[in-house]
T-cell receptor
Framework: GENVEQHPSTLSVQEGDSAVIKCTYS??????FPWYKQELGKGPQLIID?????GEKKDQRIAVTLNKTAKHFSLHITETQPEDSAVYFC?????????????FGTGTQLKVEL | EAQVTQNPRYLITVTGKKLTVTCSQN?????MSWYRQDPGLGLRQIYY???????DKGDVPEGYKVSRKEKRNFPLILESPSPNQTSLYFC???FGQGINSPLHFGNGTRLTVT
């Protein structure tokens, strides 16, 4: 089955700096890669996603890049703000034959310091 | 407001005492799923349901049961809880599976089994 590795597990940046979180996946058939943000005391919430036919997608201060050849994708947050502090999860969606399955990474705790 | 509602938010119980965590969604979603979140392990799928009366095992189903008698409800049942089931649990729902069906998560249930 699919295996998703996520790094780093913790990331601390100064406000205004950029943050990058990286994920690798194992199943070359995976074709959808969402990113979720989990704030303290809440459930994960989708913030951006990318499909396998696209190399990059941007939404204001966040962007995601995908390298299908290398089987890795990354989340980029520019001009970080304190409200960006949260746990971020990457995920990869693959078709298992019995339907699509979303496999999550282990999460990155991002802390934006003033 | 479109949402996934879990109850209770916090639960402390003793080994062997049966418990149920409820999950309800008001978005008419066909797909529902349960995850557990543990430090360093990310989100792991316990069970999922493609539609009413259709359920299937995820990656870590041992010790859990589910039912899907109605489209909106998907309770998680622990018949005989054990300390290794102490975790943060999330219910999620979506229209279907895969690319065009982002998951919507509840706010979680923190379970402690002593």
């Amino acid at each position: 089955g699919e295996n998703v590795e996520q790094h780093p597990s913790t990331l601390s940046v100064q406000e205004g700096d950029s943050a990058v979180i990286k994920c690798t996946y194992s199943d070359s058939a995976s074709n959808y890669f969402p990113w979720y943000k989990q704030e303290l005391g809440k459930g994960p919430q989708l913030i951006i996603d990318i499909r396998s036919n696209v190399g990059e997608k941007k939404d204001q201060r966040i962007a995601v890049t995908l390298n299908k050849t290398a089987k890795h994708f990354s989340l980029h947050i520019t001009e970080t703000q304190p409200e960006d502090s949260a746990v971020y999860f990457c995920a990869a969606d693959s078709n298992t034959g019995g339907g699509n399955k979303l496999t999550f990474g282990t999460g990155t705790q991002l802390k934006v310091e003033l | 407001e479109a949402q996934v509602t879990q109850n209770p938010r916090y639960l402390i119980t003793v080994t062997g005492k049966k418990l149920t965590v409820t999950c309800s969604q008001n978005m008419n979603h066909e797909y529902m799923s349960w995850y557990r979140q543990d430090p360093g392990l990310g989100l792991r799928q316990i069970y999922y349901s493609m539609n009413v009366e259709v359920t299937d095992k995820g990656d870590v189903p041992e010790g859990y049961k589910v039912s899907r008698k109605e489209k909106r409800n998907f309770p998680l049942i622990l018949e005989s809880p054990s300390p290794n089931q102490t975790s943060l649990y999330f219910c999620a729902s979506s229209f279907g599976q895969g690319i065009n069906s982002p998951l919507h998560f509840g706010n979680g249930t923190r379970l402690t089994v002593t």
